[in-house]
């Protein structure tokens, strides 16, 4: 039973206390009473996302909803689309100096401050959704991550993912690691350094104009999210060539991140609230995802005629000796990789050995016994 | 925002208002004021596990401690264990008849009522964990959950999963279906059914008994949950024959059952917060699961010489057949398993062709790269 109160609610920026009825309820009943009340708190998020991405935008409104319903209306946060209160690059920035008190984005859009912001989120042949949220939960992921954040006044709650993405949309054929020399693909973070290294010319490109990018044949590729949103942007009305797997995405887990005074200032059961609602709108996220991809990957396939193409096996060893190289060297040259990379490294051999046996096994079989049946 | 507030959340037995601080503040304040106070309220949730099983068990305590933490200790769920104040078998009866608010088990505990219990769950050759949340969730499959459950008084949200299990201990190996001719095999619900089909002979043996049971030769295999509990258990102190996957719980999944006079009861903001800890205890579960398994597993292969055996592949081609048989039999036979099974089915099969694309094919390719490195 949590039935301490944090004082310093009432002082802070972000906790409003209305004045009239909290008065009158304070020199009328006795203290526990006041503890157990709910004070009015009003907050903004910035999301890292256009309110287009209504999935990943979402997460936040679900969040916020949640947590209004918990607390009787009383404590209330406005989610801000990417871009309308805070640049998406400044969102770590505006948490940090507590303009917003919170946001909701993807770590990895942050490797420009540092690369470690990355490991939250996803990197090339990380882990799978599931996995991913075992680490942040239960495997110490979070309190490294956290740890990390700590010195941008700032910490993170996981907060939703998307399961494995599609690797993207290619106006030509991707047959061998060849056909990634000089190929220019919007794609971002240390997934661009990673195909750097593989030849490609990775390519930072503002969500509105990718279409027009690869429409007018500026760039050669696209990777953006998965069938769903991919489906809702019409890469498909510019080429059919469409890969898979996001090596670089396995399990990409967005985060609520938070500044720290902000929170420490919340009653505790509002803190309460926001953890609950963070894991409930991360549960919430994949599942809807889950559900939206099934039916838009057949949509495109089935009324768009496009093609699904694995990126060939060369491509995926390339990428991952190009991706280990990689981890090799930042552990060399950056402290806060060098604090968490060894253990989640260590985390991933031993939950992929699990994986493989049960839950590997039960999906190939039955995925194989589904596609092999006579149409119905 | 929700200002509403169910006064008849006053009036049920499970909503205790305590009579003092509440009538003080019911003639001092504003209206608005008393709808924003957190009433005390104290319910009773019956476990459908021991709480040996502690992860799956503690989903039950990491919802009320969520629950309270979130209500300043206001709405109070004490959880008991299978047995102590409701008998396993009787946990659904005793929701009806709100002997207890609340339950925490799996639907498929009870398939002597209906078969259609199980379909909330798990049933053979069905949906991984990921799957049967998206479905549950945002696929529709709740909500016919639920339609079916109403006609016991009650309604249910998820409740966590295991992930997939393993599919059990042997004494002996099994090569063939021949091995399961007359196997007095520990196992449940429609999943013995199916190994029935198969010429195994099912056994229902209450979990403290199953241990001595297999060291006796009472029986000839067990069927528990997973590495993490099977390990507690010690059944490798019996035979080293622990062979996968459980075909029959690719993504079992319990659910929290509430009498649903009790939870209409409630104010709307005790409804949010169980529903949002629901959530909340679904995903940390299923963390939780695979942290532990991941070091379970090692264990047992490391340490106790356990090893690890696929299910052969003409055992897992009858028990698929003879699944859909009894899937065909139930639809003919049962109206409440008719209304769901189709939608289910037809869900499943649309999911499994998303997952085969990117997720599969990620899954395969990184386990495979990890098998194959040289140790470090």
Redesign the interface.
């Known amino acids: ?3 301490n ?1 944090n004082r310093r609610g009432f002082l802070t920026k972000g906790a409003l206390l209305t004045g009239g ?1 909290a008065a ?2 304070a020199t ?3 203290a ?2 006041i ?4 004070p009015e708190v009003r907050w903004r998020c910035t999301s890292g996302f256009p309110n287009s991405l209504d999935t990943i935008y979402g997460g936040a409104e679900v969040l916020a909803k ?1 947590v ?7 404590f ?1 946060i406005q989610v801000f689309q990417a871009g309308e209160i805070v640049p998406q690059p400044q969102a770590i920035d505006a948490v940090q100096a507590n303009t917003v008190e919170m946001a909701h984005t993807a770590g990895y859009y942050y490797v420009g401050k540092d690369p470690t912001f990355a490991i939250g989120t996803a990197i090339p ?1 990380g882990m ?4 991913q ?2 680490w ?4 110490g992921g979070n309190e490294l991550y956290n740890e990390f954040l700590s010195q941008f006044g700032i910490f993170a709650m996981p907060g939703g993912g998307s ?5 993207g949309w290619y106006r030509g054929e991707i047959n061998s690691v060849a056909d990634l020399q000089g190929l220019r693909m919007r794609i971002a973070g240390l997934n661009g350094q990673v195909l750097a290294k593989l030849g490609a010319s990775p390519q930072a490109i503002p969500g509105a104009e990718i279409y027009p990018a690869l429409e007018r044949g500026a760039i050669d590729a696209v990777e953006w999210v ?2 769903y949103d991919d489906d809702r942007l019409g890469f498909h009305q510019i080429t059919k060539n469409y890969y ?4 670089w995405e ?1 399990g990409p887990t967005w985060h609520f991140f938070f500044n720290q005074a902000a929170f420490d200032g919340l ?3 509002y803190k ?2 926001l ?3 963070a ?2 709108a ?3 996220m ?3 995802y ?2 939206k ?3 838009a ?2 949509d495109l396939v089935a009324n768009h005629g496009v093609i ?1 193409r ?1 990126l060939p096996q060369d491509v ?1 060893d390339a990428a ?1 000796t190009a991706s280990n190289e990689l981890y090799d060297e930042l552990t060399m040259t950056n402290a806060n990789w060098a604090k968490i990379y060894p253990q989640w490294k260590t ?21 194989t ?3 092999n049946q006579p149409p119905a």
Do not use: C
């Open positions: 039973m949590t039935q109160f009825v009158a309820a009328t009943l006795a526990p009473a503890a157990q009340e709910n949640a209004s319903d918990m607390t009787a209306g009383k209330q042949f799978n959704q599931r996995q949220f075992a942040l939960y239960h495997g399961g494995t993405q599609m690797g998965g069938p898979y797997p996001a090596f396995g009653p505790e059961h309460a609230a953890d609950t609602a894991k409930a991360s549960i919430n994949v599942a809807l889950d559900v991809n099934t039916a990957i057949r699904l694995p995926l991952y985390f991933r051999d031993q939950i992929y050995e699990w994986f493989r046996v049960a839950e590997d096994t039960f999906d190939n079989y039955v995925y016994k589904q596609a």
